[in-house]
Every structure is written in C-alpha cells, then in structure tokens.
C-alpha cells in the first residue's frame, strides 16, 4: 500500500476498534514475515496488549498497528471486509509527524528547518550543482529527497526504513519539485497522489 491509500481509509475518520487477538495475532505474523523485505530490525513479538486497531468510517476496513523498534513507528495492516487475514501494509512513523523537518544541502552548506521560503530559495539553485541533492527529513528514516542532472529533478521519498523507498515514476522540473517538497514539509499531503514506485534498496 502506498500513502495515498493509507490516507484515503483516513477520510471520514476513524474510531477505536477493540480488535480480536486473532487480528492482533495475524498482524503481528505479518510483520514478523515481512521484517527482511522490510528491512526492520530484530525485536521481540510486542504483546498483544500493545496492538491496536482503528476503523476506517468511510470504509470496512480495520487499521491494525504493530509496534516497532523505533518509538511510535508502525506496521499499519489493514484488514478489508471482515477477512480475517491483511490483504495490505504499511510503515508509518506517527512521532514524525510532530517533529519540525529540517532542510540539508550540503552543497551551500545550508541546514535550515525546511519551511517553504527556505525551500523555494535553495531548490532551483542545486540544478548544474556538483552536489546537485538535497534532502528534508522528518524523523530518522523518514525523508524527502531531491537531486537534480540534466534530465531534471529525481525525488524519492522513505517511509521509516530502506525497505519501504518509493522515487517518482520520471524527473520532473523545478517548479514542480519544489511544490512537492514543500507539500512534503507542511505536511499538505499533495504530494503523495503524485505517481510513485517502490524502490529496491540493498540494506547497509
């Protein structure tokens, strides 16, 4: 599941949802199963106690959310129409949310928090740059990040960790990179209805 669709299920709201150990059970299965593509780091089964669900209003959909290694970062899975099993997942980092992102371009030296002056300013100056890149992060392994050649501007974006990479399908110009990046820093959300693909990334 990309973002988009995650915050699709969000329209309309969500409310608690007890959930069974089943679900809980299954998602956490999940999880496990998907640590190596994931590339999340080894840890013990969370309790089940710490396993939570949200329901989607405007959708049957349930929202389970298996704790990581990293505070307040998830395995979302989502369970459709009563199926006892997730048909889709997501990595998520709420704390993100509520951290100020910070702009770096280490080709001028700058970092700066990422607010869209800053952006606007810096972005359509790293094109013809030796270090044409700079990146926006959130949090650890959540960032945007841009570099820019002679066919345009590349970005990519990650969600928590390697394992879940996404860049944009092809380059785009420099207005339209810069309208992304600051969609991504004032958590406008825009951004993430633009076509993007998964991204193989060898671990480190």
């Given at each position: 599941?990309?973002?988009?669709?995650?915050?699709?299920?969000?329209?309309?709201?969500?409310?608690?949802?007890?959930?069974?150990?089943?679900?809980?059970?299954?998602?956490?299965?999940?999880?496990?199963?998907?640590?190596?593509?994931?590339?999340?780091?080894?840890?013990?089964?969370?309790?089940?106690?710490?396993?939570?669900?949200?329901?989607?209003?405007?959708?049957?959909?349930?929202?389970?959310?298996?704790?990581?290694?990293?505070?307040?970062?998830?395995?979302?899975?989502?369970?459709?129409?009563?199926?006892p099993t997730a048909q889709e997942h997501l990595l998520f980092d709420?704390?993100?949310?509520?951290?100020?992102?910070?702009?770096?371009?280490?080709?001028?030296?700058?970092?700066?928090?990422?607010?869209?002056?800053?952006?606007?300013?810096?972005?359509?100056?790293?094109?013809?740059?030796?270090?044409?890149?700079?990146?926006?992060?959130?949090?650890?392994?959540?960032?945007?990040?841009?570099?820019?050649?002679?066919?345009?501007?590349?970005?990519?974006?990650?969600?928590?960790?390697?394992?879940?990479?996404?860049?944009?399908?092809?380059?785009?110009?420099?207005?339209?990179?810069?309208?992304?990046?600051?969609?991504?820093?004032?958590?406008?959300?825009?951004?993430?209805?633009?076509?993007?693909?998964?991204?193989?990334?060898?671990?480190?």
């Open positions: 599941m990309q973002l988009h669709e995650y915050i699709d299920l969000l329209h309309g709201g969500t409310e608690d949802h007890a959930g069974s150990d089943a679900v809980k059970r299954s998602a956490v299965e999940l999880a496990h199963s998907l640590r190596e593509p994931l590339q999340l780091k080894v840890r013990t089964a969370p309790e089940l106690a710490q396993v939570f669900a949200r329901r989607s209003r405007a959708h049957d959909a349930l929202l389970v959310h298996v704790p990581l290694h990293i505070s307040d970062c998830f395995l979302i899975a989502i369970f459709r129409n009563g199926v709420i704390g993100a949310e509520y951290q100020e992102p910070m702009l770096d371009c280490p080709e001028f030296g700058v970092a700066e928090p990422a607010n869209e002056a800053n952006i606007r300013h810096w972005i359509p100056l790293l094109q013809g740059q030796p270090s044409a890149f700079a990146v926006i992060e959130r949090r650890g392994g959540t960032y945007m990040q841009v570099f820019a050649d002679l066919e345009g501007f590349h970005l990519e974006h990650q969600l928590v960790t390697p394992g879940s990479h996404y860049r944009r399908t092809e380059p785009v110009s420099a207005d339209e990179a810069v309208d992304t990046l600051v969609s991504y820093a004032c958590e406008k959300y825009e951004w993430a209805y633009k076509p993007w693909e998964r991204l193989e990334l060898q671990a480190t």
